[in-house]
């Protein structure tokens, strides 16, 4: 039987472990019909891919935040969190169940410095990953009912830059709470927010700031058939938690004005001529007793349309101590009417 010396083997198989499993082996893709330089920038990647995640021993689960931080430390040494709404596409606004449904891009970006690497020494200044890969932060939209994401797990792509900058664009239809004032219905304009948070994170440790419409060119707020657009602004803004935690928002407030000619030539129109006619019927003949049944019947026809009119309405309207205009102006006419006869 050989004997063998194990204090020298080992420090062999070690160093042709560690030569062997030093990167991925290089494959000439020309060989295939790639360019020369596809062959090389697929080899750069695979290299620098074996680099990030395999050889550096990267873990997803583990945030790149600094646990040593308190309220006193400034805001550079935070971990800075970006949010950009890149697209709006209001889907409904529903006035009874005091929501809006909408469709969002939203672009989050940060620098996880782990994912760094020397430019110069791969040749390559970005590279795209699955974003299931990495790490991403626990930000999410706090006022929402239901979010449906648009597309599915295995198309989510994330960008990062040599400098660690990651980039993660989410696309998705939402439900979102929005409390509204129906008092100048139909000419009411209602205020709406999407709030952006952590839960998980302090103040202190993290370092949240939003942006507007920055991916495309002279964007804006998409409205519907009802409602448009007049305004998207965004704003930080801090909660005080239980036991005195502060949590820090990106909110983004969007105001959108009702357009009012459906409601207008449809209820208030028709309300309008049916008041006037009754009025003209009320003095357009003697008020003798052979007159008061054939009046009685007009007003009575009257009074039934305005009942419809005031269910259309009703349908539209929450149930509120706040009574909307157009329901006021159909009650005035109602009432007009009645004392008409």
Not at 41 to 59: I, S
Not at 84 to 92: F, G, M, P, R, S
Not at 198 to 223: A, C, H, M, P
Request: overall charge negative.
């Amino acid at each position: 039987m050989i004997a063998f010396d194990f204090p020298i083997l080992f420090p062999l198989f070690t160093f042709f472990h560690i030569t062997i499993a030093d990167g991925p082996e290089e494959i000439d893709y020309t060989e295939f019909g790639a360019r020369t330089a596809y062959s090389t920038a697929v080899n750069n990647n695979n290299k620098l891919y074996y680099e990030l995640f395999q050889r550096r021993n990267y873990y997803k689960d583990l945030a790149p935040i600094e646990a040593n931080l308190n309220a006193s430390s400034p805001v550079d040494e935070r971990f800075a969190i970006v949010i950009k709404l890149q697209l709006l596409a209001l889907v409904e606004l529903d006035v009874v169940r005091q929501t809006l449904r909408a469709y969002i891009e939203v672009e989050m970006g940060w620098q996880d410095i782990r994912l760094a690497w020397n430019r110069s020494a791969y040749d390559i200044g970005l590279l795209w990953v699955h974003c299931d890969s990495i790490w991403t932060p626990e930000d999410f939209v706090t006022n929402t009912i239901q979010i449906t994401e648009v597309y599915p797990d295995r198309f989510k792509q994330c960008r990062f830059d040599h400098n660690g900058s990651v980039y993660y664009d989410q696309v998705f239809l939402g439900d979102f709470t929005c409390p509204m004032d129906i008092s100048k219905f139909p000419f009411d304009t209602q205020d709406c927010t999407l709030q952006f948070g952590s839960n998980s994170y302090q103040w202190f440790r993290i370092n949240q700031t939003g942006e507007l419409f920055t991916k495309y060119k002279d964007y804006s707020v998409v409205g519907n058939s009802e409602f448009g657009s007049t305004n998207c602004t965004m704003r930080t803004e801090t909660a005080i938690g239980t036991m005195d935690t502060i949590y820090q928002s990106i909110i983004f407030d969007l105001k959108l004005k009702r357009e009012p000619n459906f409601y207008i030539y449809v209820i208030a129109l028709p309300s309008f001529l049916l008041t006037f006619l009754s009025i003209i019927g009320c003095f357009w003949t003697p008020n003798v007793k052979e007159e008061q049944l054939t009046k009685l019947s007009v007003a009575l026809t009257s009074m039934m349309s305005m009942t419809t009119l005031i269910d259309l309405v009703s349908q539209e309207m929450p149930k509120t101590k706040k009574f909307p205009l157009l329901g006021i102006f159909i009650l005035a006419c109602v009432f007009i009417t009645s004392i008409s006869w």
